[in-house]
């Protein structure tokens, strides 16, 4: 009876080793499994959303608002409800884009706005007032760029541009259409 008793620590110490072997493999296997790699589930999901950037001088840089985000571990990716982004020009004008829907890619750093997107800058120091309809648009955060391949409408004033695919440059405000571009120009009273 001794003799079995002066094992029993030796067994319990081979089972917790045993454990830990068995733990160790499950864990290094999930991935092939299928037990959490293949998994899109959301790790954050936060309400009333807001982040601002800041340029090397404290000054206000960018905004990005939202009603809802969802965080996506496995992508770096964030579904978006009611986005806004909004981008301060050197000149004291902004630059908003707002959609129904949004996907942001922390790789790489963009936003895909889905659904009634508009982007807007307001008249301001002598600039007429400029508008950007289109149903996607992906904004490059970093570069300040708004860019689609689906149709687009841009108005300036009173005047219309209508086209397929376009790129819109906040920095050096210079928009660029690709295709089926139509134009309606009309003069701005006092001109």
Known sequence: MKRVTSFFPLLIVALLAMASFWLQYVVSNENRTGLGGDRHDPDAIVHDFSITRFDTT?????????????????????DLLAPKITFLNKDGRTTTFVSETAV???RDRTVLMLGKVRGHTPASGGQTEQTLLSDEL?????DEIGRTRQPVTFLQGASRLDGIGAEWNNITGQLRLQSHVRATIRRQPGQ
């Open 58 to 78: 404290g000054q206000k840089r960018s905004s990005l608002q939202a009603e809802r985000l969802t965080h996506f571990p496995d992508t770096d990716s964030s």
């Open 104 to 106: 942001a890619n922390n």
């Open 138 to 142: 992906e904004v490059l955060v970093d």
